[in-house]
């Protein structure tokens, strides 16, 4: 099995377009309730593209099995050096370290755009995705409990903090 990180194309769309619908309806992982349409799913990648944020593809053996992107925190200038991020692996090829290379991509990628943090927001459900974090040094910096409603409960968000430049 090979695994290469590469540049999203457009027709890695269908792919991740797959994993976030499975995600939508099988996890808690994004908190929307409705499943994304193709031109849905190209636009948002695409938006991230045309403001110089990556999107970028795990490939395995050729094949979209994963991707991981980043874009503005929040949309206030004083947050222009501080991103979130999301990674997404294929339920069929989890515990394959294909998340850790997509993050450490992420992390790359930002130190060369000359960002300061990473921000991660992770349903307190997750835990194996806090603990993921936590091996990149990220911190747990605060909880907002009861945030979402999904799957008839109520959900907590985990917020997770990377510092990139330690200056």
């Known amino acids: 099995m090979e695994i290469t990180i590469r540049p999203y194309k457009s027709e890695d769309t269908q792919a991740i377009l797959d994993i976030i619908n499975y995600n939508i309806l099988n996890s808690t992982a994004l908190y929307d309730y409705n499943i994304r349409t193709f031109e849905q799913q190209k636009n948002i990648l695409e938006e991230k593209i045309s403001k110089q944020f990556p999107v970028i593809v795990a490939a395995v053996d050729g094949i979209a099995m994963g ?20 990674v997404y692996v294929n339920e ?10 997509l993050l450490q991509e992420l992390i790359e990628l930002a130190k060369k755009q000359k960002l300061h943090t990473m921000i991660a927001v992770i349903d307190s459900e997750n835990q194996s995705s806090v603990e993921f974090h936590e091996k990149f040094g990220f911190k747990t910096v605060g909880i907002i409990k009861e945030s979402g409603y999904k799957f008839d409960r109520w ?11 330690k200056k």
């Open 155 to 165: 959900l907590h968000s985990v917020f997770m903090q990377l510092i990139l430049d």
């Open 67 to 86: 991707f991981g992107m980043y874009s503005e925190f929040r949309f206030r200038e004083a947050y222009k050096f501080t991103v979130e991020h999301s």
């Open 92 to 101: 069929s090829h989890h515990g394959k370290g294909i998340g850790k290379m």
